[in-house]
């Protein structure tokens, strides 16, 4: 009889637990213990149905939506910690194009023209992919990384005395992993960077970013399936920033926040692991309360000639695009003119890559005015720029894969010639 009765115990619970898991509401979209968006529930077609995706996409949204998923995650991980159990890790090493930072060799123009001469190395390079998280592999190059110390102080010579020249390096995830064998597959950036530092003339202010993303790298700074780093890692690296240039951090708890969930970045399509394509990152932006007005120049593909549009600092048209990443400033264009309406008459310059789209937007309670150049696109003398414009800061922000291109260097120095 006892078995009887636990047997209808154990169906009872099975047909409750299932009866609530249907009727709880499904509209949770990301997993905060996990730091990723969870899986959408699918749409069934013949093609899905035959193919068998649609069972699996099903399963994965099930399973994503089960009733107190993320306390049973949170418990799961706390027993496994008491017990010391580590899950098995699927690691793989990957060779890629890598991200010109410099951009194509074809569109440097005049190859007589270039005034830096390090041998540039092979943008063959390796993405190291742990579970579902995939990561730049950084390589040091000391010549490289003394022209990019030269690039900066020529910066600073031809900008004169009465402009302040601020440099910030963006490290990249991989330089924060623990795991010994794991972080041996990169040099070491933090040595980089200090001896970029160590070159600077005494003109150039060097801002970190490092030190302040490595206290919070428990938190969600960087994208799995992406390059960047997220809008919070941008925001700890304003935090160095704005120690170095005696501002006022504005606290993170003052600003209101949006998402875009299911972004799968530019590392994603070039890894085979299905894994990380199952697991989308969550693009988190942070609305500045100052208002600011921003105006995009470009130049016409055919004639050349400048053209301009409204953009905007948190442009919200990319939510629902692929290119996600695209919410901060729109993307990558020649130069941006943002007017804010900050109680200030300081105006900055920020010469970048692309790592400067999401850190931008929290530069605006500081400055009136703030100038983006990318060197990439740019055409014209940003000398000439700084003065007919009055502006007082020059701040030249990149990743730290950046210090390997000749091109952009190359880029840099021509815009003030």
């Known amino acids: 009889m006892k078995y009887k009765i636990n047997i209808f115990i154990f169906f ?31 749409t069934p077609s013949i093609d899905s149905i035959l193919s068998g995706n ?82 730049e592999v950084y390589k040091y190059n000391e010549s490289k990384c003394k022209l990019y110390a030269d690039m900066l102080n020529t910066v600073s010579e031809k900008m004169g005395p009465n402009v302040k020249i601020y440099s910030l390096l963006a490290p990249v995830q991989i330089e924060f992993l623990t795991t010994k064998k794991y972080k041996d597959l990169s040099d070491s950036q933090i040595d980089s960077i200090n001896f970029i ?27 799995s399936t992406d390059h960047h780093w997220t809008a919070l890692g941008a925001y700890y690296g304003y935090t160095g920033f704005a120690k170095a240039a005696g501002l006022s951090v504005v606290p ?31 693009v988190i932006y942070y609305i500045p309360s100052a208002h600011s007005e921003l105006q995009v120049y470009f130049y016409d593909k055919e004639t050349g000639t400048k053209k301009s549009y ?14 996600k990443y695209g919410i901060f400033l729109g993307g990558d264009f020649p130069l941006g003119v943002i007017k804010t309406n900050a109680k200030t008459d300081k105006k900055i310059m920020v010469i970048k890559d692309s790592y400067a789209n999401a850190f931008i937007p929290f530069l605006l309670p ?20 700084v003065k007919e414009n009055g ?17 952009y260097m190359n880029g840099v120095l021509k815009l003030m010639q």
């Open 12 to 42: 009872l619970i099975i047909f409750v637990v299932s009866i609530f898991n249907m009727v709880s509401p499904k509209n949770q979209t990301v997993s905060a213990v996990e730091n990723r968006t969870l899986a959408k529930k699918p």
């Open 54 to 135: 649609f069972s699996m996409d099903f399963e994965n949204y099930f399973a994503d939506h089960f009733i107190k998923r993320e306390h049973l995650v949170s418990t799961s991980k706390y027993i496994s910690s008491l017990k010391g159990i580590k899950r098995s890790e699927e690691v793989q090493l990957v060779d890629f194009k890598g991200q010109n930072a410099g951009g194509n060799e074809s569109d440097t123009g005049d190859e007589s023209k270039k005034t830096t001469s390090a041998k540039e190395p092979d943008t063959k390079g390796n993405l190291f992919i742990l579970n579902d998280t995939v990561m």
């Open 197 to 223: 530092n160590s070159n600077l003339s005494k003109n150039v202010t060097p801002a970190d970013a490092y030190n302040p993303i490595k206290e919070h790298i428990d938190e969600y700074v960087y994208f």
């Open 252 to 282: 993170i708890e003052e600003y209101k926040t949006g998402e875009a969930p299911g972004f799968l970045g530019h590392l994603s399509t070039v890894n085979p692991s299905e894994k990380v394509n199952r697991n989308p990152d969550n």
């Open 310 to 323: 409204t953009g905007a600092v948190i442009n919200k048209t990319y939510i629902d695009n692929d290119q």
């Open 366 to 385: 500081h400055y009136k005015e703030i100038y983006v150049i990318d060197p990439r696109h740019y055409k014209e003398n940003i000398v000439n720029l």
């Open 391 to 407: 502006i007082n800061e020059v701040l030249v922000l990149n990743y730290i894969l950046t210090t390997n291109f000749d091109t």
